[in-house]
C-alpha cells in the first residue's frame, strides 16, 4: 500500500489509543517500559516537546499490521 499525506499525520496519545483500542495509561506505560528495557514494546513515538508526544499515523498502522495474525502461520 502506498504512502499518503495523510500517512505522516501525528496522532495525539488519545486518538492513538482509540484507534488501537487500548487505554492513554496503556500508551504511557508502553513508553515507559521501552525506555527501561532498551527495546520497543509500543509503536514509535515523536517527543514533540518535554512531556508531550505524539504518534505517525503510519507507524501505528505498521504495528497493528506486524502484531497480525493469521491462520496460515
Known amino acids: 500500500m502506498g504512502m499518503t499525506d495523510n500517512d505522516d499525520e501525528l496522532l495525539t496519545p488519545e486518538e492513538t489509543a482509540k484507534l488501537l483500542?487500548?487505554?492513554?495509561?496503556?500508551?504511557?506505560?508502553?513508553r515507559r517500559?521501552?525506555?527501561?528495557?532498551?527495546?520497543?514494546?509500543?509503536?514509535?513515538?515523536?517527543q514533540v516537546s518535554t512531556g508531550t508526544v505524539s504518534y505517525r499515523r503510519s507507524t501505528v498502522r505498521e504495528f497493528i499490521e506486524a502484531r497480525e495474525q493469521r491462520a496460515d502461520g
Open 33 to 46: 517500559e521501552t525506555r527501561k528495557r532498551k527495546t520497543q514494546i509500543g509503536p514509535y513515538w515523536v
Open 21 to 30: 483500542r487500548v487505554a492513554v495509561s496503556t500508551l504511557v506505560r508502553w
